[in-house]
């Protein structure tokens, strides 16, 4: 599988992420999280996409599939972090982050 995450990611580096939902972005993440394939350019570029964009339309649980991922794969991206952390504080109630719905 190490052949196929690899040529995925190449290709994924080519593409114009604006054209790929929260859900999509979060779930390429976890997906090369789970597999053990590292591929530290991918997580930079993702991450410096998502600082970009608004996190209003990430659901909670695509916000900790992207934190999850990250820190399973070993990848740190601070100003991704920052944009997280502050989203979720700015919350009206913290506890209407639900990192499962």
């Known amino acids: 599988h190490s052949r196929l995450f690899q040529e995925i990611g190449e290709e994924l580096l080519g ?19 789970k597999s053990g394939e590292k591929k530290p350019e991918l997580f930079q570029t993702l991450g410096d ?17 992207v934190v999850w991922a990250y820190a399973n794969a070993g990848e740190s991206h601070p100003e991704l972090f920052k944009k997280i952390g502050d989203h979720i504080a700015l919350l009206e109630r913290l506890d209407s982050f639900d990192p499962q719905a």
């Open 15 to 33: 593409f114009d992420l604006g054209d790929f939902t929260e859900q999509a972005l979060a779930n390429i993440l976890w997906s090369f999280a």
């Open 49 to 65: 996409h998502i600082v970009v964009r608004s996190l209003d339309d990430f659901w909670p649980q695509a916000l900790s599939h």
